[in-house]
Nanobody, 119 residues
Framework: QVQLVESGGGLVQAGGSLRLSCAASGRTFSNYAMNWFRQAPGKERELVASISWTGSSTYYADSVKGRFTISRDNAKNTVYLEMNSLKPEDTAVYYC????????????WGQGTQVTVSS
C-alpha cells in the first residue's frame, strides 16, 4: 500500500510562511525525483518545484524563485516545501508527486493540501 500524504497547508496572511511536508509510506522513494505541483480553481496544474533523487539538482517555477525551497530527507522518506513571503496568487491545492527513474514505472501522487493566502 503506497501512499504520499501531504500536510502543513492552511490559511495565512500575505507575507507569511508555511512548510509543507509529504510523507511517503509503503515504498522507498530515494531513487525518485520529487515534485510539488499546485492547482488553483479554474486553472491548470502547475509545476512549482522539483528535486532530484540525490538532492543535488533543484528546479523552481519563476513565480516562486527566491521564496520557496524544496528539500528532501531520504532517511525519513519525506519531501518538504518551505514557502516564504507568500502571496495571494500562491493560493492553490498543493500536490506531492514522486517521479520514477524509469518511464515504465508509475508516478505516485498525494491527495493534496490546501494553501490559502489572504491579502
Amino acid at each position: 500500500q503506497v501512499q504520499l500524504v501531504e500536510s502543513g497547508g492552511g490559511l495565512v496572511q500575505a507575507g507569511g510562511s508555511l512548510r509543507l511536508s509529504c510523507a511517503a509510506s509503503g515504498r522507498t522513494f530515494s531513487n525518485y525525483a520529487m515534485n510539488w505541483f499546485r492547482q488553483a480553481p479554474g486553472k491548470e496544474r502547475e509545476l512549482v518545484a522539483s528535486i532530484s533523487w540525490t538532492g543535488s539538482s533543484t528546479y523552481y517555477a519563476d513565480s516562486v524563485k527566491g521564496r520557496f525551497t524544496i528539500s528532501r530527507d531520504n532517511a525519513k522518506n519525506t519531501v518538504y516545501l518551505e514557502m516564504n513571503s507568500l502571496k495571494p496568487e500562491d493560493t492553490a491545492v498543493y500536490y506531492c508527486n514522486a517521479e520514477p527513474p524509469y518511464t515504465y514505472l508509475r508516478n505516485y501522487w498525494g491527495q493534496g493540501t490546501q494553501v490559502t493566502v489572504s491579502s
